[in-house]
């Protein structure tokens, strides 16, 4: 297999790449994928030189002309989506038809983040307006590695219809799909879109390089707690996405099929490796026994090997030190007294493979219960009412997205309150109109939005009063 050398890119042309390069290596087989160089504070500087310079020239083409270019970079995307969903799969691990259809979506995210950009700056910019709408500048957009396009891809529309330029700074263990968005970005005018690979001293660098004006990160707690301190120091804007630990309750009156399938493909997809992956569920003691056979049975039959093999459902894990994580979380539970059902030992062979495992009756104190996991783990804790796994679903440091399925009107209300950013009862249904995303405690801060709204979020807007000349 061919490999690929990542570059920045920046002002519109691809850095040359030096010669201290890191490798990425395939987490299915062990192959090596391609090499990238970190960027140092010198190469991040560059990077931001060219967004700043870029800036103005952006916002000055207009909302109609920006909404064109970017409809332009939604049509590459989707035209990229095969290559970059292969490379995506190359190095993280996931199912290449899977990472093809969320790319596919994120082109669908970038149309509708864009698609209300001319009105929204022509309200607020009239003669008579008294609000005034303005980029914040340069944005700096730092991402993890288990959607390494859709993270970029995601926000990123969003940022740049509102007038603002952009460095992006992708995780170092999944850098090369980022790298190839430069062919999609490309119809951009130089400086507007920038990429510097690297690891946390990267990341760190963009933050702190004074003339960024706006952060927006997506990882874990404990980088987004250091990244929000400097923000903080900066006392400039930061969006956090951070981290979850999300529950799903069950009640006693559902299908036992339907909710074991919910269960199982919110725990196992992209190997239990999604910030909203299903980490705890709460099923009333009613239904217990069979939907937990049920849930063992479905959780058995999903294909694992890697992603290039079209008939798997479960990759890898990205690395060796997350099975270890994910097995530690395993481990330690079934000491304190938890039963694990299938699963729960590394599976052999190349690659960072873990089997779906399924935990039943982990204590509350175990790390299986309170941190986020991250793995192909389905845990189980059977409950004496909807009522009890309500309140235990929401006893809990993280606030990032909560389920419920029950056909209980009553108890539908009682669902409504979990305390997340989001909340989907019965696998969700029509809801509000671009609803924001906004995660709560350890799950971050500051308000996502996949459509329109999202320029709320990404503009600075200020009053200005009229009065009559005398
Ligand atoms: P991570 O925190 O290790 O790294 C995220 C990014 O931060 C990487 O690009 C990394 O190089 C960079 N970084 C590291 N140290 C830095 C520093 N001091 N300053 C600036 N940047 C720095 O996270 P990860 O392991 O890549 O990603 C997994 C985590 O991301 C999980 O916790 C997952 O839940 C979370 N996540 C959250 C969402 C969401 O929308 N809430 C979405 C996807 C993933």
Same mark, same amino acid.
């Given at each position: 297999m061919t490999q690929i050398y990542g570059s920045n890119w920046i002002n519109g042309t691809q850095s040359t790449l030096g010669t201290d390069t890191t490798k990425i290596f395939d987490p299915a087989t062990g192959d090596l994928v391609g090499h990238f160089q970190a960027s140092d504070s010198a190469e991040v500087a560059r990077a931001v030189k060219a967004a700043k310079c870029a800036q103005s020239g952006w916002w000055e083409l207009g909302a109609q002309r920006r909404t064109e270019l970017l409809n332009q970079v939604a049509d590459n995307l989707r035209n990229s989506s095969h290559l970059l969903a292969e490379i995506e799969s190359r190095e993280m691990g996931k199912p290449i038809a899977m990472a093809q259809t969320d790319i596919h979506g994120s082109a669908e995210v970038i149309e509708n983040q864009i698609s209300g950009a001319i009105e929204f700056f022509a309200e607020s910019s009239s003669s008579t307006g008294r609000l005034v709408r303005r980029p914040y500048g340069v944005a700096a957009l730092i991402t993890p590695w288990n959607y390494p396009v859709c993270q970029v891809t995601d926000v990123v529309g969003a940022l740049l219809v509102a007038g603002n330029t952009v460095v992006v700074k992708p995780s170092e263990k999944a850098p090369l799909s980022v790298a190839a968005l430069s062919e999609v970005f490309d119809c951009l005018p130089p400086g507007v879109f920038n990429i510097v690979l690297g690891n946390g001293a990267t990341g760190s660098a963009l933050i702190e390089n004074p003339d960024v004006d706006l952060v927006h990160f997506t990882g874990s707690v404990a980088t987004g707690r250091k990244v929000g301190a400097v923000a903080g120091a900066r006392l400039i804007p930061c969006f956090l996405e951070l981290g979850g630990k999300d529950p799903l309750v069950i009640d006693e009156d559902v299908d036992i099929k339907w909710a074991a399938e919910i269960a199982v493909t919110g725990s196992l997809f992209n190997t239990g490796q999604v910030c909203t992956s299903v980490e705890r569920i709460y099923?009333?003691?009613?239904?217990?026994?069979?939907?937990?056979?049920?849930?063992?049975?479905?959780?058995?039959?999903?294909?694992?090997?890697?992603?290039?093999?079209?008939?798997n459902q479960l990759g890898p894990l990205i690395d060796g030190s997350q099975r270890d994580l994910v097995h530690e979380h395993v481990f330690e539970a079934q000491l304190k007294g938890a039963q694990v059902l299938i699963g729960g *030992?590394?599976?052999?062979?190349?690659?960072?493979?873990?089997?779906?495992?399924?935990?039943?009756?982990?204590?509350?104190?175990?790390?299986?219960?309170? *941190?986020?996991?991250?793995?192909?783990?389905?845990?189980?804790c059977v409950v004496e009412s909807f009522e009890e796994g309500i309140t235990r679903a929401n006893s809990t440091s993280f606030g990032l997205s909560a389920g419920a399925l029950t056909a209980n009107p009553q108890h539908v209300a009682a669902a409504s309150h979990l305390s997340a950013g989001m909340v989907t009862i019965n696998g969700g249904g029509e809801g509000p109109d671009d609803p924001p995303f906004e995660p709560t405690r350890f799950s971050g801060s500051g308000r996502l939005f996949f459509g329109p709204r999202a320029l709320e979020a990404y503009t600075t807007a200020y009053a200005v009063n009229i009065g009559e000349a005398k």
């Open positions: 099923v009333h003691k009613n239904i217990a026994e069979p939907f937990i056979s049920e849930l063992v049975a479905q959780a058995s039959s999903w294909t694992i090997g890697p992603g290039s093999d079209p008939s *030992e590394p599976l052999p062979g190349p690659g960072f493979f873990y089997p779906p495992t399924v935990v039943l009756n982990p204590p509350d104190d175990s790390r299986l219960m309170t *941190e986020e996991t991250f793995g192909p783990v389905i845990t189980v």
